[in-house]
């Protein structure tokens, strides 16, 4: 076996198209089953519950809620009930916690006593015999796979789709649009020579912005957060009306901008935001529609004509993650091994 750097996470990344597919195969009626006892539940307000990259899983599935349901949603505020030992009343209030592994200590008693105050509590996790599934009243499999590597690639899109169908079976969908998913990832993870090329571009900058709307600002903030851990680059996500209002100041001509452009109202909400940058000289990398990557200093095209805004996130991420790993490389580092992490945090 080899000991190249990034040996692991590379291997993983690879894996993305395999795992969505089986989560249409053989999750999806498993997370239907799950989304329609919900559902008869009425729950009136929802809270997310998550850290790190599930909270940017999470996050996405507050966009979805609130856009498809029309359910209010919160992200929940764990120390709460862990440190400060607040009481809440969660009666017909849907508490929905992401964890890769489901084993971190807050997560778990968060969800506990959120099942005791009253809340319909479900887990979506990548391990079914965890902690966290044993004390959620439901339980939805993400079916990763073994991940390995520190950075999460593939437990990401998982979470995001099975977010996906469980959001459309609340609102009794049938989730057919993502069947286009497993291909449009395959050809995607194809062009990584491409992504290389573009991340000798990015080798020595001293940090990154990374910017976008609606159901692209997740992947913007995982974006930031895979370059962080990886390559250890100072990454800065914002919603692109957040970077209006102050931080587009610190913007120039050197610290590079990347925009993820969703195609649909999130990325049309994001157009002024692209003209300001542009206006500023800012070394604007685009991921997204292939007019507005021609129109930027760089970017990587999406193949997503069609495809549902909901859905693009699944996709937009990858090219990013390849970035982050190609990058890491150029750099010198291994992507398997960042320093003072590990891969279930435990926090309480």
């Known amino acids: 076996m080899s000991d190249e750097p990034g040996r692991i996470m590379a291997g993983e990344m690879a894996e993305q198209p395999a795992v969505l597919r089986r989560i249409l195969e053989r999750g999806a009626p498993d997370i239907r089953a799950v989304a329609q006892a919900v559902a008869a539940r009425e729950p009136r307000f ?3 519950t998550a850290r790190g990259t599930s909270d940017n899983a999470a996050l996405y599935a507050k966009y979805l809620l609130e856009i498809r349901l029309g359910l209010p949603c919160g992200l929940t505020s764990m120390s ?3 440190a400060y030992g607040a009481k809440p009343r969660l009666a017909d209030v849907l508490v929905i916690t992401v964890s890769q592994s489901g084993g971190s200590p807050d997560l778990v008693a968060s969800t506990r006593a959120a099942r005791e105050a009253g809340a319909i509590t479900v887990a979506v996790t990548n391990n079914p015999d965890s ?10 499999d993400i079916l990763a796979g073994p991940e390995k590597a520190l950075p ?7 979470s995001l789709l099975a977010l996906y169908l469980f959001v459309e079976g609340l609102a009794g969908g049938d989730g057919s649009a993502a069947r286009a998913l497993p291909d449009l990832a395959a050809r995607i993870l194809a062009r990584q020579d491409e992504v290389r090329a573009l991340a000798a571009r990015y080798r020595f900058a001293d940090r990154m912005v990374i910017t976008s709307r609606g159901y692209g600002y997740p992947t913007a903030k995982e974006a930031a957060l895979k370059l962080m851990e990886t390559s250890y680059i100072p990454a800065l996500s ?4 957040d970077l209006l209002h102050g931080p587009l100041a610190m913007v120039d001509n050197v610290s590079p901008v990347i925009a993820v452009v969703t195609g649909g109202r999130g ?3 994001l157009q002024p935001v692209l003209d300001r940058l542009r206006g500023r000289g800012a070394d604007l990398f685009v991921v997204g529609p292939r007019a507005q990557v021609e129109a930027a200093s760089a970017g990587f095209v999406l193949p997503v004509d069609g495809l549902p805004e909901e859905l693009q996130p699944i996709l937009e991420i990858l090219p990013l993650q390849l970035l982050a790993y190609e990058v890491t490389i150029a750099r010198g580092q291994d992507p398997d091994a960042p320093r003072a992490l ?3 945090t435990e926090t309480r």
């Not at 902690?131 to 939805?140: F, K, Q």
């Not at 999460?152 to 998982?158: M, V």
């Not at 914002?238 to 009306?241: D, F, L, N, T, V």
């Open 46 to 48: 929802v809270l997310l």
């Open 80 to 82: 709460t009930t862990t």
């Open 131 to 140: 902690p966290l599934a044993a004390v959620s009243e439901y339980h939805v």
């Open 152 to 158: 999460a690639t593939k437990t990401y899109t998982a």
């Open 238 to 241: 914002y919603s692109g009306a």
């Open 267 to 269: 990325g049309e909400a």
């Open 342 to 344: 590990a891969k279930v």
